[in-house]
T-cell receptor, first 111, second 114 residues
């Protein structure tokens, strides 16, 4: 079955710097890769996603890249702000179309 | 409603008691998922409902856990004879049949077993 690994588990960045979170997956049939942001006391919220026919997607300060050959995808946050502090989860669809989640990355943006 | 609604938001129960957690998905979403999130941990899959198909119960940790979905809409997760290790946030999510549009999560139910 699908196995999604996510690194790092924690990431501390200075406000204004960039943050990068990387995920790898094992199922070559995976074709959809969403990223979720979870703030304290809330449920995860979809922030950006990418499909297998696209290599990169941007939405303001966040971007996601996908390398299907290497089976890895990454989330990039530029010009980080304190409100970017949260836990971020990557995910990939398995053979049945169900999402498999990474273990999460705690991002702390320090002023 | 506009989002996935879960109730109660918080539940404190005594060890050994049964609890029921409710999830009201987005109208029209045929797929519904339950996850468990222990403090500071990731998302542990519990059970998945898709339309009228038999649910995928592969993530349920023991036979004390069960879930049903009535009329293809509201779902109830039941934990019998609760144990302290059941303390966690229980998250529900829903999606359309096309999972290429991601899941929408509710805010969760924080369960504390004392």
């Amino acid at each position: 079955g699908e196995n999604v690994e996510q690194h790092p588990s924690t990431l501390s960045v200075q406000e204004g710097d960039s943050a990068v979170i990387k995920c790898t997956y094992s199922d070559s049939a995976s074709n959809y890769f969403p990223w979720y942001k979870q703030e304290l006391g809330k449920g995860p919220q979809l922030i950006i996603d990418i499909r297998s026919n696209v290599g990169e997607k941007k939405d303001q300060r966040i971007a996601v890249t996908l390398n299907k050959t290497a089976k890895h995808f990454s989330l990039h946050i530029t010009e980080t702000q304190p409100e970017d502090s949260a836990v971020y989860f990557c995910a990939a669809t398995d053979s049945w179309g169900k999402l498999q989640f990474g273990a999460g990355t705690q991002v702390v943006v320090t002023p | 409603g506009a989002g996935v609604s879960q109730s109660p938001s918080n539940k404190v129960t005594e060890k050994g008691k049964d609890v029921e957690l409710r999830c009201d998905p987005i109208s029209g979403h045929t797929a519904l998922y339950w996850y468990r999130q222990s403090l500071g941990q990731g998302l542990e899959f519990l059970i998945y409902f898709q339309g009228n198909s038999a649910p995928d119960k592969s993530g349920l940790p023991s036979d004390r856990f069960s879930a049903e979905r009535t009329g293809g809409s509201v779902s109830t997760l039941t934990i019998q004879r609760t144990q302290q290790e059941d303390s966690a946030v229980y998250l529900c999510a829903s999606s359309t049949a096309d999972t290429n549009y991601g899941y929408t999560f509710g805010s969760g139910t924080r369960l504390t077993v004392v």
